[in-house]
T-cell receptor, first 112, second 113 residues
């Protein structure tokens, strides 16, 4: 199994500012995943973060808006940059362990 | 491409009723299929999974059978409880170079006492 600590759990931010979300895993993993869950929508994969290389972004997401760091095998950060109200969502990090996905508690972001 | 379609909610049932939440998928290759559950105020957690055709996943009274011929993975429970109220996500994973999970939109389930 894997235990994921994600913080902050929630935040209210002014438009135009940036927020960095941290994700700490209790064991080493190759890939970490960042998702967004907008109200009433499914989870959408933002990017895959591999240690030692640049993150791979899904269609519709770009590095300038969602820069990701992966300095080691247990930690990653996602930054939501130049925020607008449309960025209000729950952001989740996730890892795979033996074909099972584990999720952080999520970061509920409200942009005002 | 890979995708998951599940029935829209909310679904409202009385306690002890029979539950079915439909899920169908499209995938290249041979996916593994999952149901995840999100209880109020908690993170997502795996409910059950099936990794090949005709496999049946089960947990907490829930069951789902991997039907390749109908590309379905419907979630069922014979007698639901109030504590089953949650959002349920159907998902698939295709193991390839870009290993990742694709989720359905989720189905909110309300169980009335």
């Amino acid at each position: 199994s894997a235990v994921i600590s994600q913080k902050p759990s929630r935040d209210i931010c002014q438009r135009g500012t940036s927020l960095t979300i941290q994700c700490q895993v209790d064991s080493q993993v190759t890939m970490m995943f960042w998702y967004r869950q907008q109200p009433g929508q499914s989870l959408t994969l933002i990017a895959t973060a591999n240690q030692g290389s640049e993150a791979t972004y899904e269609s519709g997401f770009v590095i300038d808006k969602f820069p990701i760091s992966r300095p080691n095998l247990t930690f990653s950060t996602l930054t939501v940059s130049n925020m607008s109200p449309e960025d209000s969502s729950i952001y989740l990090c996730s890892v795979f362990k033996a074909t099972e996905a584990f999720f952080g508690q999520g970061t509920r972001l409200t942009v005002v | 491409g890979n995708s998951v379609t599940q029935m829209e909610g909310p679904v409202t049932l009385s306690e002890e009723a029979f539950l079915t939440i439909n899920c169908t998928y499209t995938a290249t290759g041979y996916p593994s299929l999952f149901w995840y559950v999100q209880y109020p105020g908690e993170g997502l957690q795996l409910l059950l999974k099936a990794t090949k055709a005709d496999d049946k996943g089960s947990n907490k009274g829930f069951e789902a059978t991997y039907r390749k011929e109908t590309t379905s993975f419907h979630l069922e429970k014979g007698s639901v409880q109030v504590s089953d109220s949650a959002v349920y996500f159907c998902a698939l994973e295709v193991l390839n170079r870009d290993d990742k999970i694709i989720f359905g939109k989720g189905t909110r389930l309300h169980i009335l006492p």
